[in-house]
T-cell receptor, first 113, second 115 residues
Framework: EAGVAQSPRYKIIEKRQSVAFWCNPI?????LYWYQQILGQGPKLLIQ????????DSQLPKDRFSAERLKGVDSTLKIQPAKLEDSAVYLCASSLVAQETQYFGPGTRLLVL | AQKVTQAQTEISVVEKEDVTLDCVYE???????LFWYKQPPSGELVFLIR??????QNEISGRYSWNFQKSTSSFNFTITASQVVDSAVYFCALSEYSGTYKYIFGTGTRLKVLA
């Protein structure tokens, strides 16, 4: 069974530029999550989807971050415009349903200069 | 409120030593789930174990074992006869229901196993 796929793996941009990350969850998983992990910290949930609906985006900085999950499968996370403090690893995870185990992708390392 | 505390920031052991990683949690709910994940240098979070709040049996999987004690709100992880490949950051996480189930991660414990 294929795991969670993410791309790109690395991205370097300058502040005020925009960037987008893509995630393909495990087949059949209804719940998809985006996390931000700053160096030396645990992952912090940004947004949670159930199928193609948002169930929690309380920690998403909505002035610059947006996410969508069209057709309840793939998802994209966008940052526009990026700030220096957005430098982090962005992790995507999926689970069969919300209370089940989350499985994580390899992450996208973002560096904002 | 949900909270997960991993007080040990970094632990160094010599290969073949046993090591225990501590995890203390806070929750208001009686139904919740606890998890351990391993994050090797490659960066991907690897699932190790899931425990629900009604199952206090300790679990052993090879060199790994977990001790869940509701009385002390702890879910500790022991690696027996540690190996260099065990070097990683280990995260404890708590999931409880508040509108939906979502994880709260601890800050992680970096384990260094020296040859």
């Amino acid at each position: 069974e294929a795991g969670v796929a993410q791309s790109p793996r690395y991205k370097i941009i300058e502040k005020r530029q925009s960037v987008a990350f893509w995630c393909n969850p495990i087949s059949g998983h209804a719940t998809l999550y985006w996390y931000q992990q700053i160096l030396g910290q645990g992952p912090k949930l940004l947004i949670q989807f159930q199928n193609n609906g948002v169930v929690d985006d309380s920690q998403l900085p909505k002035d610059r971050f947006s996410a969508e999950r069209l057709k309840g499968v793939d998802s994209t996370l966008k940052i526009q415009p990026a700030k220096l403090e957005d430098s982090a690893v962005y992790l995507c995870a999926s689970s069969l349903v919300a209370q089940e185990t989350q499985y994580f992708g390899p992450g996208t390392r973002l560096l904002v200069l | 409120a949900q909270k997960v505390t991993q007080a040990q920031t970094e632990i160094s052991v010599v290969e073949k030593e046993d090591v225990t990683l501590d995890c203390v949690y806070e929750t208001r709910d009686t139904t919740y789930y606890l998890f351990w994940y391993k994050q090797p240098p490659s960066g991907e979070l690897v699932f190790l174990i899931r425990r629900n709040s009604f199952d206090e049996q300790n679990e052993i999987s090879g060199r790994y074992s977990w001790n869940f004690q509701k009385s002390t709100s702890s879910f500790n992880f022991t690696i027996t006869a540690s190996q260099v490949v065990d070097s990683a950051v280990y995260f404890c996480a708590l999931s409880e229901y508040s509108g939906t189930y979502k994880y709260i991660f601890g800050t992680g414990t970096r384990l260094k196993v020296l040859a």
